[in-house]
Nanobody, 121 residues
Framework: QVQLVESGGGLVQPGGSLRLSCTASGRTFSSYAMGWFRQAPGKEREFVAA????????IYAASVKGRFTISRDNAKNTTYLQMNSLKPEDTAVYFC??????????????WGQGTQVTVSS
């Protein structure tokens, strides 16, 4: 089992920045690729970004590419999502997940409980 806990969400003005963290416990963190997804009210969960086990590969949704950066620190069992130039449409609950480097949520085995990000003036 892998337990994932997200943190770092909150309220930010448009154009602002936030950094989300996801800390893992349980089985070896470095054995899994990590991903971030988000879900806005009334919408389906959507892929945001993913990173391979050794950080060699990253993929991003078109809507966040150039604004968001995913990274990980295997020594700290933590993955991060740096979010810059935030827009109101980025408002959602953000989830981290452990699995494969893919946009398909069904390929992720473990999920965190989510952290709310609200972008509003």
């Amino acid at each position: 089992q892998v337990q994932l806990v997200e943190s770092g969400g909150g309220l930010v003005q448009p154009g602002g920045s936030l950094r989300l963290s996801c800390t893992a416990s349980g089985r070896t963190f470095s054995s899994y690729a990590m991903g971030w997804f988000r879900q806005a009210p009334g919408k389906e969960r959507e892929f945001v970004a993913a990173i391979s086990r050794t950080s060699i590969s990253t993929i991003y949704a078109a809507s966040v590419k150039g604004r968001f950066t995913i990274s990980r620190d295997n020594a700290k069992n933590t993955t991060y999502l740096q979010m810059n130039s935030l827009k109101p449409e980025d408002t959602a609950v953000y989830f981290c997940a452990a699995g494969s480097v893919t946009t398909d949520p069904n390929q992720y085995d473990y999920w965190g409980q989510g952290t709310q990000v609200t972008v509003s003036s």
